[in-house]
Nanobody, 127 residues
Framework: QVQLVESGGGSVQAGGSLRLSCAVSGYSYSSYCMGWFRQVLGKEREAVATIDSDGSTSYADSVKGRFTISRDNAKNTLYLQMNSLKPEDTAMYYC?????????????????????WGQGTQVTVSS
């Protein structure tokens, strides 16, 4: 059974930082495309960043230069370092995984392509 468990969310003032973690179990994590997504109530879920099995990354334009996605295959953990946070970053953040996407589809970060999801962790940024 594949399980993804996020942690690290919380409340922070604008300009602050948070690091999200996603603990992965139940499969060969190193071969999967992994991603961070976020969703605001009433809006569609959107990709924040993805990282492929070879370490190649892709970012939404809104977070480039501020967020960094990384993976530690030895620890089966995915990370999202978020710096210079803005109120518009406020959302529920989810990690997701899928096997066999290929580099093109991994970098696209379409939520419908990912079959495994965590329960989410809330990030709130106040001005």
């Amino acid at each position: 059974q594949v399980q993804l468990v996020e942690s690290g969310g919380g409340s922070v003032q604008a300009g602050g930082s948070l690091r999200l973690s996603c603990a992965v179990s139940g499969y060969s994590y190193s071969s999967y495309c992994m991603g961070w997504f976020r969703q605001v109530l009433g809006k569609e879920r959107e990709a924040v960043a993805t990282i492929d099995s070879d370490g190649s990354t892709s970012y939404a334009d809104s977070v480039k230069g501020r967020f960094t996605i990384s993976r530690d295959n030895a620890k089966n953990t995915l990370y999202l370092q978020m710096n210079s946070l803005k109120p518009e970053d406020t959302a529920m953040y989810y990690c997701a995984a899928e096997e066999g996407l290929g580099h093109t589809y991994c970098s696209l970060g379409r939520p419908a392509d990912f079959g495994y999801w965590g329960q989410g962790t809330q990030v709130t940024v106040s001005s």
